[in-house]
């Protein structure tokens, strides 16, 4: 029930083209749902992130939908450029912790 | 803002010795920090929460004695591999919750290679 499920493994897209990752999660205690970006070698850097009170939110080129019913939230990378190849990880969070849960981590290659 | 910087990089050291890293928030002070470990390709699993001023909180299945997490300062955290071996070799990556922003916001550190040879 701790689990945050996270698809695709890995992810190929043509620049100009829309990425789509995807998280889903079973605990409804969780109520804050951040998006990061890591690059090899690097930590990971905080993208855009969102509460369960909001279906959607969006930050430039990135957006997250929200599901609350299903349970499920999605990354939205508009435009993708090559520079976005980087490997994304959804996590969710529950009040009173501050800890993450972390899904698996997709892994972005934009073709250029 | 809200950056948080880590010491060393890399680091290399033999079997049966120590390694300490340094986790600091360089423009705020960060009453709780955690420490990550993500093995290649992998995703970061928690080792444990830091508060400044109060033992650390492990994971289940982290052993206490083995990472041992000071947070002495409001920016200052340190773990301590002891008696590291091969299977500790790992990236490291610490974060750290920024007071006054949003309730959850962690802003990570760039991380650190261990090697143990």
């Known amino acids: 029930q701790q689990q945050v499920k996270q698809s695709p493994q890995s992810l190929i897209v043509q620049k100009g083209g829309i990425s789509i990752i995807n998280c889903a999660y079973e605990?409804?205690?969780?109520?804050?749902f951040p998006w990061y970006q890591q690059f090899p070698g690097k930590g990971p850097a905080l993208l855009i992130a969102?509460?369960?009170?909001?279906s959607e939110k969006k930050e430039g080129r990135f957006t997250i939908s929200f599901n609350k019913s299903a349970k499920q939230f999605s990354l939205h990378i508009m435009d993708s450029q090559p520079g976005d190849s980087a490997t994304y990880f959804c996590?969710?969070?529950?009040?009173?912790?501050?800890?993450?849960?972390f899904g698996t981590g997709t892994r972005l290659k934009v073709l250029a | 803002g809200a950056v948080v910087s880590q010491h060393p990089s890399w680091v290399i050291c033999k079997s049966g010795t120590s390694v300490k890293i340094e986790c600091r928030s360089l423009?705020?002070?960060?009453?709780?920090m955690f420490w990550y470990r993500q093995f290649p390709k992998q995703s970061l699993m928690l080792m444990a929460t830091?508060?400044?001023?109060?033992?650390?909180?492990?994971e289940q299945g982290v052993e206490k004695d083995k990472f041992l997490i000071n947070h002495a300062s409001l920016t200052l955290s340190t773990l301590t591999v002891t008696s590291a071996h091969p299977e500790d070799s790992s990236f490291y990556i610490c974060?750290?919750?920024?007071?006054?922003?949003?309730?959850?916001?962690?802003?990570f550190g760039p991380g650190t290679r261990l090697t143990v040879t």
């Open positions: 974060s750290a919750r920024v007071p006054g922003t949003s309730f959850y916001e962690q802003y």
């Open positions: 423009d705020f002070q960060a009453t709780t």
């Open positions: 830091s508060n400044e001023g109060s033992k650390a909180t492990y």
């Open positions: 996590a969710a969070s529950m009040g009173g912790t501050y800890k993450y849960i």
């Open positions: 605990n409804t205690a969780f109520d804050y």
């Open positions: 969102i509460r369960p009170d909001v």
